[in-house]
């Protein structure tokens, strides 16, 4: 009764019939059940109601964690296991067509911007970084919840004054193997991604522009940086004023 | 144009397997990891993670264990991550609070922070039985369990609930 209330038993059924007590027990278990139910449905967060959001273009190569687990059980047509036409052929076959990919890639591209300057390095981590995020880099007016940004940006990791503009999303990221707050600022000329990089040292400001994007990192007090990311110049510029003066660590 | 119809379709199946389960996929990770923000972003993570899996799930029937998995998954890179960042394992996770209430209810509140107070070996396969209507089977093979196993956690779960919530009945 305790591990399945709900589920038909006749057996039981049977004895709940003949005996009053554990009638009125199971009775008392089923109404827990109800209120079980009511309070494991707490409140979910506005980011996850509403319409989906519009999900970033695949990379060319396949997931790198693909979850078949319990869906390779109820597959109805496995792959044909035939001598040449199984899946191992397949995969030497996918790994020598990405051999050849990676080779032209690396043989053919323009001469890559980064110098191996820290500066420059950190800015490329952080373009590759918002890639798969970019859409929730869109026009909002509504902010992210109170608590929420708190949870985010810990006021023993970080000060933001209000004035940097409304945040409309907020998530803990990793960046250079650090757990960093990834937010979302509507400013006067769009959205802008703001990093905040408390443990990446910065001697000058450095900016990269790439597919749309404009990259611009500056440090702030000792020892960090922040990283701004928006479509157009304007749209950083608009942003960072306000961002160099209202960020600071409190760690 | 061949290729946008391909990602439209692509994403209007992802649209419709993931935003159906999408709240309760993220009320499963809150009692799984008993925090509301990380939660949230787990959910987030294992949306994209679900995104670039998608044409691995064969089966539209299979959608919701198979982002259970994901979700569960997700969790566990957490901790890790957090295992692996910190030296005092004291301060691995900090102590959870139950935030998430802003209701008159008090039985209801009440009932929270007994569930609160499960071991998460109970709080798990009671969350995915009660909140998204897993069958102990199911439950056993996304936890790994033996179908005996989870009945007797679920029985144990239950068990503590009523001890510690008294079965008062509810207050009106």
């Known amino acids: ?251 | 144009m061949q290729e946008n119809d391909a990602r439209a379709a692509r994403q209007a199946r992802f649209n419709r397997l993931v935003g159906e389960h999408r709240a309760d996929l993220f009320r499963y990770a809150f009692w799984l990891s008993r925090d509301a923000a990380l939660a949230e972003d787990v959910v987030q993570d294992a949306m994209l993670r679900a995104w670039k899996s998608l044409d691995s799930l064969r089966d539209d029937e299979a959608a919701k264990p198979w982002l259970l998995t994901i979700v569960r998954r997700e969790n566990a890179r957490f901790f890790e991550r957090k295992r692996l960042e910190t030296v005092d394992i004291d301060e691995l996770v900090g102590a959870p609070t139950l935030d998430v209430s802003t209701e008159d209810n008090t039985d209801r509140q009440d009932l929270r922070e007994a569930i609160f107070r499960l071991d998460a070996d109970y709080r798990e396969p009671l969350a995915m039985q009660i909140l998204l209507g897993f069958s102990t089977k199911e439950i056993a093979e996304v936890m790994d369990l033996t179908t005996a196993a989870v009945l007797t956690r679920l029985h144990r779960a239950r068990k503590q609930l009523i001890q510690d919530f008294d079965l008062g009945e509810e207050q009106p």
Request: hydrophobic share 45%; with cysteine.
């Open chain 1, 1 to 251: 009764m305790l591990a399945e209330p709900t589920v038909a038993d006749d057996a039981r059924d049977e004895h709940l019939q003949r005996c009053a007590e554990c009638a009125a027990f199971a009775a008392r278990v089923l109404r827990l059940e109800h209120r079980l139910a009511g309070a494991l449905s707490v409140p979910v967060p506005e980011s996850l109601l509403g319409a989906m959001p519009d999900m970033p273009d695949l990379d060319e190569q396949p997931g790198g964690d693909v979850i078949s687990l319990g869906d390779a059980r109820r597959d109805p047509d496995p792959p044909a296991r035939g001598r040449f036409g199984g899946p191992l052929a397949q995969y030497w076959g996918l790994a020598a067509g990405l051999l050849v990919a990676i080779v032209a890639v690396v043989l053919l591209r323009p001469s890559p911007t980064v110098t191996g300057d820290p500066g420059q390095l950190l800015a490329e981590a952080v373009f590759e970084h918002v890639g798969p995020e970019l859409f929730a880099m869109k026009p909002a007016s509504t902010a992210v919840p109170a608590a929420r940004l708190d949870a985010v940006v810990p006021s023993e990791l970080a000060s933001m004054d209000a004035g940097v503009g409304l945040v409309s999303y907020a998530r803990s990221c990793e960046i250079n193997g650090r757990v960093v707050p990834h937010l979302v600022v509507q400013g006067e000329r769009g959205p802008v991604t703001v990093l905040l990089l408390p443990e990446e040292p910065l001697e000058r400001p450095v900016q990269l522009h790439r597919d749309g994007l404009d990259v611009v990192v500056f440090p702030v007090g000792d020892g960090g940086s922040v990283a701004l990311i928006g479509r157009g110049q304007e749209s950083v510029d608009a942003v960072r004023s306000r961002a160099e003066g209202g960020i600071s660590w409190t760690t």
